[in-house]
């Protein structure tokens, strides 16, 4: 009797294995002929899975795809291919990055938000991700939270005008205070163009000293 039981669990476990086989041969066999029906050049193709494996490389291609969309305007393009991307490779940062802005551009703040914040998790040192997710939360009315994200920001990278420029603005929601002139001055001082409009059309004259 107990032998019996374990030949019928073996058997189904058999069965079990073949179907998740097969199950991943017809997921392979359908992205490769999405990716022949789009035309996309073989040869980069086929090397990068030599490099990094099919999943990762077909992941690139995604990528890539979105990343011109989203150059474009097509915002709602580049987000349906970074999705195809991160469900090829879910650990590609550069997707989630991609689509953080992607999603940025069309006003999903939530979504966004999520986006960055996973990009953090995989990468925490990137200062421009912090900036992002920063500019997000402030739209969001979270500014606690964006002055933690822009302090994070120049932590990582004490030359990022960006980061410096939007610092300054979360700091003087009712009027630019010392503090938040010291920011959007470093901002300015670091090429920031929108720092030095801002500082023009408040009045503010200011030149950079390279001496």
């Not at 058997?11 to 002929?33: F, G, N, P, S, V």
């Not at 006003?107 to 997710?133: C, K, M, T």
């Not at 606690?144 to 420029?165: C, R, T, V």
Request: glycine residues 8%; aromatic residues 14%.
């Amino acid at each position: 009797m107990e032998t019996s039981q374990v030949v019928a669990f073996g058997y189904h476990d058999i069965r079990e294995r073949w179907r998740q086989l097969i199950a991943a041969l017809k997921a392979i066999i359908a992205h490769t002929m999405f990716y022949v029906r789009k035309r996309l050049p073989l040869f980069p193709f086929f090397r990068a899975v030599r490099r990094f494996g099919f999943s990762r490389a077909l992941g690139d291609i995604y990528y890539r795809k979105g990343l011109r969309k989203s150059y474009a305007g097509e915002y709602h393009a580049a987000i349906e291919w970074f999705d195809a991307a991160l469900e090829c490779y879910p650990h590609h940062a550069n997707a989630y990055f991609g689509r953080g802005v992607a999603k940025t551009r069309r006003g999903d703040h939530p979504g966004a938000l999520e986006d960055y914040s996973r990009v953090i998790e995989l990468f925490p040192d990137v200062s421009s991700v912090y900036n992002n997710r920063g500019l997000v939360r402030t739209k969001t009315g979270d500014r606690h939270g964006a002055l933690a994200d822009f302090d994070k920001a120049i932590e990582l990278d004490p030359a990022n005008p960006s980061a410096y420029f939007n610092r300054g603005l979360v700091k003087s929601p009712g009027g630019a205070d010392a503090r938040a002139l010291a920011n959007i001055f470093q901002a300015a001082r670091l090429g920031n163009p929108d720092a030095g409009e801002w500082l023009r059309d408040h009045g503010y004259e200011w030149y950079y000293d390279c001496n």
